[in-house]
Antibody, heavy 127, light 110 residues
Framework: QVQLVESGGGVVQPGGSLRLSCAAS????????MHWVRQAPGKGLEWVAF????????YYADSVKGRFTISRDNSKNTLYLQMNSLRAEDTAVYYC????????????????????WGQGTLVTVSS | QSVLTQPPSASGTPGQRVTISCSGS????????VYWYQQLPGTAPKLLIY???QRPSGVPDRFSGSKSGTSASLAISGLRSEDEADYYC???????????FGGGTKLTVL
């Protein structure tokens, strides 16, 4: 079964950096796009970033563009989120999530979306 | 302000049928699949409906989804106390090149 396990969360000062990781198993990681989604305390879900199955294209929410970088290592079945210049408003639980569209070497079958979710890792930005 | 619009709350009594609406635009719901998620308190979201009206294995058939034009809805029939949770809709937005979510609907079982 699909498993997504995030790690790397913690407390960081404003302006600091943190790198989140997501270990994936139970599916062919290199055939699916992946997302990061966050949820501030007591708030709704906010999409953060998406990376295509082969890392060829990356998309970001305006709120994190230029500060966060999504990447993946298909040889290690691992997704990453490098977060720089962190602000108090970045405080949230960060979820790793799988895209449902299967991708072959030539095309992806269906538009992006989110099916499976990890359990989340908490990032707190505070002095 | 969320791109997709959901009512902030909904309620029903055990056994009742409730529906939760999700309104969008031509660039998201109008041209892409709608997904619905259930989030129980203190847990990660869980997929309830994908591709507008498909249920993953393990999701009871009490849950159903539909889509018409730029709106979608989630229906829960035979309401049970364990259905009390937050529900979110989502879709890919072609103009924003982003997944967009509704603000979430808190369902209370009276």
């Amino acid at each position: 079964q699909v498993q997504l396990v995030e790690s790397g969360g913690g407390v960081v000062q404003p302006g600091g950096s943190l790198r989140l990781s997501c270990a994936a198993s139970g599916f062919t990681f290199s055939s699916y796009g992946m997302h990061w989604v966050r949820q501030a305390p007591g708030k709704g879900l906010e999409w953060v970033a998406f990376i295509r199955y082969d890392g060829s294209n990356k998309y970001y929410a305006d709120s994190v563009k230029g500060r966060f970088t999504i990447s993946r290592d298909n040889s290690k079945n691992t997704l990453y989120l490098q977060m720089n210049s962190l602000r108090a408003e970045d405080t949230a639980v960060y979820y790793c999530a799988k895209d449902p569209a299967y991708c072959s070497s030539t095309s992806c079958y269906g538009p992006p979306g989110i099916d499976y979710w990890g359990q989340g890792t908490l990032v707190t930005v505070s002095s | 302000q969320s791109v997709l619009t959901q009512p902030p709350s909904a309620s029903g009594t055990p056994g009742q049928r409730v529906t939760i609406s999700c309104s969008g635009s031509s660039s998201n719901i109008g041209s892409n699949y709608v997904y619905w998620y259930q989030q129980l308190p203190g847990t990660a979201p869980k997929l309830l409906i994908y591709r507008n009206n498909q249920r993953p294995s393990g999701v009871p058939d009490r849950f159903s989804g539909s889509k018409s034009g730029t709106s979608a809805s989630l229906a829960i029939s035979g309401l049970r106390s364990e259905d009390e949770a937050d529900y979110y809709c989502a879709a890919w937005d072609d103009s924003l090149s982003a997944v967009v979510f509704g603000g979430g609907t808190k369902l209370t079982v009276l």
